[in-house]
């Protein structure tokens, strides 16, 4: 493979912190934590004190209705403000954390029988501060295994407004989109090393439950369903976290995020080519190339892939940082597959052919956690193999069938209707892959075949064929990206590439899930 070092030029500028409402600098947080401040921070903290107090507080080990003893410590804030906004954040604060434990508050204490043990409920807060904004973190463990979790909210006292995350970062002087990224990215690479340390992939193949911890990854690490965090003076940390195979299935993660730009990076680029294709990776953009020869020409009489000229796919869902890249194939003929091995020593790959036969988009699949602790990629013949840390090699085409093979995630199987626009469409999905759809209000009836491909942020990638209609109709192929939820039992489909069969020139559509299912 060939490494490229390269020199970024990037011109780095000292982010000045503005606050809100005009406010200087942030101070250190106020609330329930400890944290050392220094003369000025204190004064600040202090100043602030009186616009968070407790709405409830109780400290007491109780017997509860079922005999069983508990020791809780609970401390639920409240902003002291009359505005409507603050209202509905108390309330809201009382309803998840305080309405469960206020039968208690004249219980007496009790004592725990000899073995008898006393699980801890431990609910808490912090208050940091942004001049007049204040991002309200409250902690809640409820014992066991399962790791305690946060949730936050962000306010502005200045104008008496609930203010979200996205909105703290742009006062902050700081881009969004690209904050979002660097979140994405952080909490995708903790989850697949994990995975990949743990071996906890094992028993995960069967019905996409790693595609849905992976998805799931993505959905809950959106900016605006953060903490957010200022532990010191001008540093900012963001609070998402990831899917765990254990407990309560999440983990917390926390994600500094730097506040002034560091200095420029040498960056390296990696490449490789093998007979059509090509491949190129610089930092977390990846493209490959496909160039018009006899070998791609003959796609079209066997997949109906057509190359008219030579193209230049952009990767989706790539968020680790690479080390190594290599094409191989798999498969009687050309069919490139093109492995990315991550900084964690963690498999990846993108099947060319496979993505292609259901649209002009190339997705990186799941990572291939069974190939892990690698350091190197080398193409011996056709195929790829891989260089582990003990010395021994390992074959990636049978790992990439056995990937290939992965059920659609269970969010997405199951009978969904769009009765929109005044018609009835259909869409069936198997965990096998099996795909029915009536369209055009129901009039036009297609069977075929979905493959799972990856996960971007919209969605689930599902790649969809189908064959030609009993009345003639040609067949279609499109890629979308679907996520379901639960709480409204819909699922909420983007198209990717192309036509949408449910609704001509949209890309959206939101299909209700039968009640069979």
Not at 128 to 134: A, I
Not at 225 to 244: A, F, H, I, K, Y
Not at 245 to 273: C, F, H, N, Y
Request: glycine share 8%.
């Amino acid at each position: 493979m060939k490494h490229k070092r390269l020199a970024a030029a990037v011109l780095a500028a000292a982010v000045v912190l503005t606050g809100c409402g005009g406010a200087a600098a942030p101070a250190a947080p106020a609330g329930s934590g400890t944290v050392p401040q220094s003369t000025a921070d204190t004064v600040a903290q202090t100043a602030q004190k009186d616009r968070i107090t407790e709405q409830f507080a109780l400290e007491k080990t109780i017997r509860d209705e079922y005999g069983i003893t508990q020791k809780l410590t609970v401390h639920v804030p409240q902003l002291v403000c009359d505005g409507p906004d603050a209202a509905y954040i108390n309330e809201e604060l009382a309803a998840m954390y305080a309405a469960d434990f206020r039968q208690y508050e004249d219980s007496s204490d009790a004592e725990p029988q000899q073995d008898e043990g006393s699980p801890d409920t431990y609910i808490n807060w912090d208050a940091y501060w942004y001049g007049d904004c204040v991002s309200l973190v409250v902690f809640r463990y409820d014992g066991g295994l399962d790791p305690g979790y946060s949730r936050g909210w962000c306010f502005d006292f200045a104008t008496e407004k609930q203010v979200s995350v996205t909105e703290m970062l742009q006062r902050m002087g700081l881009d969004p989109d690209a904050v979002q990224q660097q979140m994405l990215r952080e909490a995708m690479q903790t989850f697949d090393r994990h995975m990949a340390q743990g071996g906890y992939y094992e028993g995960l193949l069967s019905g996409g439950n790693l595609a849905s911890m992976r998805m799931n990854t993505l959905e809950n690490n959106q900016l605006d369903d953060l903490c957010l965090l200022l532990p010191e003076q001008n540093r900012l940390v963001l609070r998402g976290g990831c899917s765990s195979p254990a407990g309560s299935g999440w983990r917390e993660l926390d994600v500094e995020i730097p506040l002034q730009a560091a200095d420029p990076q040498p960056q390296t680029v990696l490449t490789d080519t093998y007979g059509s294709a090509s491949v190129q990776l610089e930092g977390t953009q990846g493209t490959i190339t496909l160039r018009r020869t006899p070998e791609t020409a003959a796609w079209d009489a066997d997949y109906g892939i057509r190359l008219e000229q030579d193209r230049t796919y952009p990767i989706l869902g790539i968020y680790n940082e690479y080390v190594d890249v290599c094409i191989g194939e798999i498969g009687a003929s050309f069919h490139p597959v093109v492995y990315l091995l991550t900084k964690d020593g963690v498999v990846e790959y993108v099947d060319v052919l496979r993505c292609l036969i259901s649209g002009n988009v190339l997705v990186c699949q799941d990572p291939i956690y069974i190939a892990n602790q690698g350091v190197a990629l080398e193409r011996s013949g056709k195929e790829v193999i891989l260089h582990q840390e003990d010395g021994s090699v390992l074959e990636l085409a049978p790992l990439t069938a056995e990937w290939n093979m992965q059920e659609i995630p269970s969010e997405a199987v199951g009978a969904f209707n769009d009765m929109s626009d005044n018609q009835f469409d259909w869409m069936d999905v198997e965990s096998n892959g099996c795909v029915q759809m009536g369209v055009q209000d129901n009039n036009v009836f297609y069977q075929g075949f979905a493959d799972y491909l990856g996960v971007v942020p919209e969605g689930m990638v599902l790649g969809i064929s189908a064959s030609e209609t009993e009345d003639g109709m040609s067949g279609i192929t499109f890629v979308v990206a679907v996520k379901y939820d639960l709480f409204n039992e819909t699922l909420n489909l983007t198209m990717i590439d192309g036509e949408n069969p449910f609704k001509e020139g949209a890309t959206q559509l939101q299909m209700i899930r039968c009640p069979d299912y």
